[in-house]
T-cell receptor
Framework: KNQVEQSPQSLIILEGKNCTLQ??????????LRWYKQDTGRGPVSLTI?????NTKSNGRYTATLDADTKQSSLHITASQLSDSASYIC???????????FGDGTTLTVKP | EAGVAQSPRYKIIEKRQSVAFWCNPI?????LYWYQQILGQGPKLLIQ????????DSQLPKDRFSAERLKGVDSTLKIQPAKLEDSAVYLC????????????FGQGTRLTVV
């Protein structure tokens, strides 16, 4: 069964600090992995998408890594800001039939 | 480019009542998705349309949920009758082709069933 597990479930950090969110998956065959940011009361917005051949991709202060061998991905946030407070969702898509599996997200709270 | 539009933003109904949600996808997007997101969880796919045909509705509770996409553009999702456990955010997303990796999400409709 395809699964996506995210950790931690929630995280509180101080403004300006860095943090790393984890995503482990069992989706196979793998097609791509996407990190979404979901602000409270809003729909998810894509941050990065990674395919099998990519192991690092950056989008501003967000850097995603992918290890396709261990089936792990991480999202690193540098110099956090109050606006980074949100839920971060990992979505892994399978190559066959294009089905996607969503993680339950990590809720990040950045405090001043 | 206009995004995915959903309405209403919020809805409160009593159990056993019916409710309908509306979604207008990004112009030209062939694929439309409806998701249910329960508080603290990731979105769960309810139904996927390709143009006006259903691609996947395996997780749609068909005894109470129905959805249609007329003319391959706008879509409505209906719940009749509603149960307390239907309280959730209902997200609509669209993508140019298939594959949620390209999808853009609307802001969602928050449903509270009391």
């Amino acid at each position: 069964k395809n699964q996506v597990e995210q950790s931690p479930q929630s995280l509180i950090i101080l403004e300006g600090k860095n943090c790393t969110l984890q995503c482990n998956y069992t989706v196979s065959p793998f097609s791509n992995l996407r990190w979404y940011k979901q602000d409270t009361g809003r729909g998810p917005v894509s941050l990065t998408i990674m395919t099998f051949s990519e192991n690092t991709k950056s989008n501003g202060r967000y850097t995603a890594t992918l290890d396709a061998d261990t089936k792990q991905s991480s999202l690193h946030i540098t110099a956090s800001q109050l606006s980074d407070s949100a839920s971060y969702i990992c979505v892994v898509s399978a190559a066959n039939a294009g089905k996607s599996t969503f993680g339950d997200g990590t809720t990040l709270t950045v405090k001043p | 480019e206009a995004g995915v539009a959903q309405s209403p933003r919020y809805k409160i109904i009593e159990k056993r009542q019916s409710v309908a949600f509306w979604c207008n996808p990004i112009s030209g997007h062939a694929t439309l998705y409806w998701y249910q997101q329960i508080l603290g969880q990731g979105p769960k796919l309810l139904i996927q349309f390709q143009n006006n045909g259903v691609v996947d509705d395996s997780q749609l509770p068909k005894d109470r949920f129905s959805a249609e996409r007329l003319k391959g553009v706008d879509s409505t999702l209906k719940i009749q009758p509603a149960k307390l456990e239907d309280s959730a955010v209902y997200l609509c997303a669209s993508s140019p082709r298939g594959g949620v990796s390209e999808a853009f999400f609307g802001q969602g409709t928050r449903l509270t069933v009391v």
